[in-house]
């Protein structure tokens, strides 16, 4: 029995704005599953029609056997069996932290007695014994989301939603409570859909992740399948920082347009072996900045554009016949400045019908990582 599905789901918003495009997922009893995509990709959307703040235009949605959405029907979100905790607000400011978490009892009817045990257990369970007097103004950021998650989890839901939950916070805080809810949501059995707009916090905490994109859902996967075999190149660029290098298969290599750059076969996986391009055809390849290796070279082709300072190994930009590449080798430590040569360890092979039209339009927008980064603001990973 799968916890959460949603079948054949699509939803326009009164405007037009398409939020989900012909979704199709299922959550298995106790995943955890991290949702992530661009701005404005779904992932909000995907969320609240789970919680049923929103309903589909087409498909459904059910929770373990019971259908609780459908274009003409929709169960309450508080009758859906959810817990959910927000980025923000998450706390009410004008009561104490006791009866913050006590709310979903109360409404339920529980009787006092049995609401005070339960907070006290919940408050245990997050790391707070004894706050129930205390006023979320006296708490810290932290210990706020801790009595957020405290509040959601209190009514023994089936499924706990987190819509950026732990965003706000500083690390290493944030951190330690990525560890902590994942062991709680662990030891309860607890199913969990997690909207992140952090890609390394959905891929060290999820069992599988969900990429979106123009509300689609791009692919599902593991964290590992997910960086070892993205399906597209938007996928290897959204989650890896990939640069896509369009060229043609000789034999026995890769040759890449506009950049002198050859790769032994023996050094591509293909994305899909059932659509691998045969010599002479054109492709395109993903390359990760952990498998592009910068070489100093007082007579190489290229140069160190900038270079972050990185504890397992710089980051570096690097240009390179007009275009640049990003280089996150462990180990690497390389200033500014320095000439250079490039090499490629590893790279994933494309045939041109995984992502229709990116050989002519690349997506412009910037990696997040590096919004406030010292590095170039144009796309990495695409033809200049
Ligand atoms: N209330 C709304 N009314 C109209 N359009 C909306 C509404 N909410 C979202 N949209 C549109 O639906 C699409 C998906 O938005 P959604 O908020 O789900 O994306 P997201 O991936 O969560 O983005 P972000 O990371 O910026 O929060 C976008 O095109 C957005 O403009």
Request: charged share 25%; aromatic share 4%; hydrophobic share 40%.
């Amino acid at each position: 029995m799968s916890s959460v599905s949603l079948d054949s789901v699509s939803l326009a918003y009164p405007g037009g704005q398409l939020g989900l495009a012909d979704v199709d997922l299922r959550i298995g009893d106790g995943e955890f599953v991290a949702l992530v995509g661009p701005s404005g990709s779904g992932k909000t959307t995907l969320l609240r029609t789970v919680a049923g703040f929103v309903s589909p235009t087409t498909g459904t949605v059910s929770i373990g056997d019971a259908e609780v959405a459908s274009p003409n029907r929709s169960v309450e979100p508080e009758r859906r069996g959810l817990g959910m905790v927000f980025q923000q607000h998450a706390v009410w400011p004008h009561w104490n932290v006791g009866r913050n978490i006590a709310y979903p009892l109360q409404r339920a009817g529980v009787p006092r007695a049995e609401r005070r045990r339960r907070v006290a257990e919940a408050l245990d369970l997050v790391g707070l014994p004894g706050t129930e007097r205390r006023d979320p103004a006296t708490l810290s950021g932290g210990q706020r989301q801790r009595v957020a998650i405290a509040r959601a989890i209190i009514a023994r839901p089936r499924v706990l939603l987190l819509d950026e939950a732990l965003s706000a916070l500083d690390e290493p805080l944030r951190d330690r409570l990525r560890l902590e809810l994942r062991a709680l949501t662990d030891s309860l059995g607890l199913t969990v859909l997690h909207v992140t707009h952090d890609r390394s916090e959905a891929l060290a905490l999820a069992d599988r992740v969900v990429v979106l994109d123009g509300g689609r859902v791009q692919q599902v996967g593991a964290p590992t399948d997910l960086l070892d075999r993205p399906a597209t190149p938007f996928v290897a660029r959204f989650l890896s920082d990939a640069a896509i290098v369009r060229g043609v298969l000789a034999p026995g290599r890769f040759r890449a347009h506009g950049l002198p750059l050859e790769i032994p076969l023996d050094r591509i996986a293909s994305a899909d072996p059932r659509t691998r391009p045969r010599s002479g055809e054109e492709a395109e390849l993903a390359i990760q900045p952990e498998h592009i290796r910068v070489i100093p070279d007082a007579a190489g082709p290229a140069t160190v554009e900038s270079s972050l300072f990185g504890r397992s190994g710089d980051e570096l930009i690097v240009r390179w016949s007009g275009r640049t590449l990003r280089s996150r080798m462990p180990g690497a430590r390389c200033s500014a400045g320095t000439r250079v040569r490039v090499e490629v360890e590893r790279a994933v092979l494309f045939g041109p019908e995984q992502e229709p039209g990116a050989a002519t339009a690349p997506p412009q927008e910037p990696l997040p990582e590096h919004r406030a980064s010292t590095a170039p603001r144009q796309p990495l990973g695409t033809v200049a």
